[in-house]
């Protein structure tokens, strides 16, 4: 198992990702990024909904880790979409996180008919300033989060760079096959957030016992599986032992026959997010 892919523009992104959802700003994300480096993760995953960055930046300042191999993502909020609020939110975020330039940048949820009529045109208002920070040496790459293929298939009829990433939630038993055969298809890189998905999950007994047969936990098992399905999951944890453990995925390989298993458990443990019924 390779430890990077390669996006639609080139460019390499480490296979697994440290998320960063729900980590205290501070000492708790400045500790928690110090750690996961010196684990072997490369690829940190934040947004400025998370009210982390400033912690997360120091984290990075502090790693002992060249700027240049590590890969930095953040995101814009909903409440910022739209094009100049984009460009300021993305030059907080910078600031926040005290680098010169982002690996990538997303739009975190996608603007929906629920809650917008003109929901397409905030889309391609938002993207459009993605599209100049991406020009202008900004950003590396830039893609979505939490799109489904109604979503993406207008924005990729305006844009002039296409997304080279959509960040969905993704796990065993929340597989959302329609949306990954979609971007699939358009040369979009999956990413896989809750991918250890609820306690539900890493308490199934199928998973359990395939998990045993190859000496692994469930957790290390939903990774690797993941993985060679060719999507980054970003799995988050602030306890050493467990940053540590989710990264130990490259010592084995999941049989076709086991992957078949996994892939044919049924939906459940999911987080109840769907992009056109959020209300935030």
């Given at each position: 198992m390779k430890k990077h892919f390669e996006l639609n523009n080139g460019v390499e992104i480490p296979s697994i990702g440290f998320g960063t959802w729900q980590t205290p700003d501070g000492e708790t994300a400045i500790s928690s990024i110090k750690t996961a480096t010196t684990y072997g993760y490369r690829h940190?995953?934040?947004?400025?909904?998370?009210?982390?960055?400033?912690?997360?930046?120091?984290?990075?300042?502090?790693?002992?880790?060249?700027?240049?191999?590590?890969?930095?993502?953040?995101?814009?909020?909903?409440?910022?979409?739209?094009?100049?609020?984009?460009?300021?939110?993305?030059?907080?975020?910078?600031?926040?996180?005290?680098?010169?330039?982002?690996?990538?940048?997303?739009?975190?949820?996608?603007?929906?008919?629920?809650?917008?009529?003109?929901?397409?045109?905030?889309?391609?208002?938002?993207?459009?300033?993605?599209?100049?920070?991406?020009?202008?040496?900004?950003?590396?790459?830039?893609?979505?989060?939490?799109?489904?293929?109604?979503?993406?298939?207008?924005?990729?009829?305006?844009?002039?760079?296409?997304?080279?990433?959509?960040?969905?939630?993704?796990?065993?038993?929340?597989?959302?096959?329609?949306?990954?055969?979609?971007?699939?298809?358009?040369?979009?890189?999956?990413e896989g957030w809750s991918p250890l998905g609820r306690g539900m999950v890493l308490d199934n007994d199928m998973l359990k016992e395939i998990a045993f047969k190859y000496q692994k936990s469930v957790a290390q098992l939903c990774i690797r599986w993941a993985l060679q399905k060719q999507i980054v999951p970003l799995p988050k944890s602030i306890t050493p032992q467990r940053i540590k453990e989710n990264f130990e995925v490259f010592d084995f390989q999941i049989s076709a026959a086991d992957m078949e298993l996994i892939n044919e458990i049924g939906e459940f443990g999911g987080s109840g997010l769907h992009p056109d019924s959020i209300e935030f």
């Amino acid at each position: 198992m390779k430890k990077h892919f390669e996006l639609n523009n080139g460019v390499e992104i480490p296979s697994i990702g440290f998320g960063t959802w729900q980590t205290p700003d501070g000492e708790t994300a400045i500790s928690s990024i110090k750690t996961a480096t010196t684990y072997g993760y490369r690829h940190i995953d934040t947004a400025a909904i998370y009210n982390n960055e400033k912690g997360v930046g120091i984290g990075i300042k502090e790693c002992g880790i060249d700027r240049k191999d590590l890969f930095v993502t953040s995101k814009v909020w909903n409440s910022e979409r739209g094009y100049r609020s984009t460009l300021k939110a993305f030059e907080k975020s910078l600031s926040d996180l005290q680098l010169e330039y982002l690996d990538l940048y997303l739009i975190h949820w996608p603007a929906t008919p629920n809650k917008y009529s003109d929901w397409q045109q905030i889309n391609s208002d938002t993207w459009r300033a993605m599209e100049e920070l991406y020009t202008g040496g900004k950003i590396r790459a830039i893609g979505v989060s939490n799109f489904l293929a109604h979503h993406l298939k207008p924005l990729l009829e305006n844009a002039k760079i296409k997304p080279a990433v959509n960040q969905i939630e993704y796990h065993p038993g929340f597989k959302q096959n329609d949306c990954v055969k979609f971007c699939t298809e358009n040369n979009i890189l999956i990413e896989g957030w809750s991918p250890l998905g609820r306690g539900m999950v890493l308490d199934n007994d199928m998973l359990k016992e395939i998990a045993f047969k190859y000496q692994k936990s469930v957790a290390q098992l939903c990774i690797r599986w993941a993985l060679q399905k060719q999507i980054v999951p970003l799995p988050k944890s602030i306890t050493p032992q467990r940053i540590k453990e989710n990264f130990e995925v490259f010592d084995f390989q999941i049989s076709a026959a086991d992957m078949e298993l996994i892939n044919e458990i049924g939906e459940f443990g999911g987080s109840g997010l769907h992009p056109d019924s959020i209300e935030f």
